[in-house]
């Protein structure tokens, strides 16, 4: 069992940054690939970014690419995800999830256990 919380979230003006945390506990953090998603209102849940389980190996919506960085830190039990250049369509809670195994997916259902999301705002 891993239990996963997000915080960071907040409201920013369009242009800004933000550095989303997320904080696991209970099983070896460093057994587990590690992903992004985020969901805006009246729309599905999307993949925002994942982190394999030593860092080595990143992905990321082309939604994102090249403005937001995930990061992990397996001695912290810490993943990040550091938001630059930020515009509205980004507004949406943002969740943390877990995946057993090395490699994270872009799939949902990759995951094994979640966090309870942190919401992000960007103004115009």
């Known amino acids: 069992q891993v239990q996963l919380v997000e915080s960071g979230g907040g409201l920013v003006q369009a242009g800004g940054s933000l550095r989303l945390s997320c904080a696991a506990s209970g099983r070896t953090f460093s057994s587990y690939a590690m992903g992004w998603f985020r969901q805006a209102p009246g729309k599905e849940r999307e993949f925002v970014a994942t982190?394999?389980?030593?860092?080595?190996?990143?992905y990321y919506a082309d939604s994102v690419k090249g403005r937001f960085t995930i990061s992990r830190d397996n001695a912290k039990n810490t993943m990040s995800l550091q938001m630059n250049t930020l515009k509205p369509e980004d507004t949406a809670v943002y969740y943390c999830?877990?995946?057993?195994?090395?490699?994270?997916?872009?799939?949902?259902?990759?995951?094994?256990?979640w966090g309870q999301g942190t919401q992000v705002t960007v103004s115009s």
């Open positions: 982190i394999s389980w030593n860092g080595g190996r990143i």
């Open positions: 999830a877990a995946a057993p195994g090395a490699y994270g997916s872009i799939f949902q259902s990759g995951y094994d256990y």
